[in-house]
Nanobody, 124 residues
Framework: QVQLVESGGGLVEAGGSLKLSCSFS???????MGWFRQASGQERTFVGGIDWTGKSTNYADSVKGRFTISRDNAKDTMYLQMDSLKPDDTAVYFCAVHRNSATWSSSPTDYNYWGRGTQVTVSS
């Protein structure tokens, strides 16, 4: 059984930074992971992904250059460093494990294990 727990969310002013963590346990060896977000009343969207080794990442255009994903498999943790935050970044952020690949993808349906999410609110 795979378990994921996000932490690090909170309230921050526009232009500020936050670092989210995703602690994982269970059968995650060899699988890619992703970060997604869901704003109130909207669909869940891809933020970025990272492969099993941590050497390959990809980001949505809306966060490219501002967000950085990393993972430390020795600590069973994935991170999302968010800089230059904007009010449009306000959402619940989720981490997820890919169902059958060592790399990432942008479709939520390609992920079969999810955390419960952590709220990020950016004030203007």
């Amino acid at each position: 059984q795979v378990q994921l727990v996000e932490s690090g969310g909170g309230l921050v002013e526009a232009g500020g930074s936050l670092k989210l963590s995703c602690s994982f346990s269970g059968r995650t060896f060899g699988y890619g992971m992703g970060w997604f977000r869901q704003a109130s009343g909207q669909e869940r969207t891809f933020v970025g992904g990272i492969d099993w080794t941590g050497k390959s990442t990809n980001y949505a255009d809306s966060v490219k250059g501002r967000f950085t994903i990393s993972r430390d498999n020795a600590k069973d943790t994935m991170y999302l460093q968010m800089d230059s935050l904007k009010p449009d970044d306000t959402a619940v952020y989720f981490c997820a494990v890919h169902r059958n690949s060592a790399t990432w993808s942008s479709s939520p349906t390609d992920y079969n294990y999810w955390g419960r999410g952590t709220q990020v609110t950016v004030s203007s």
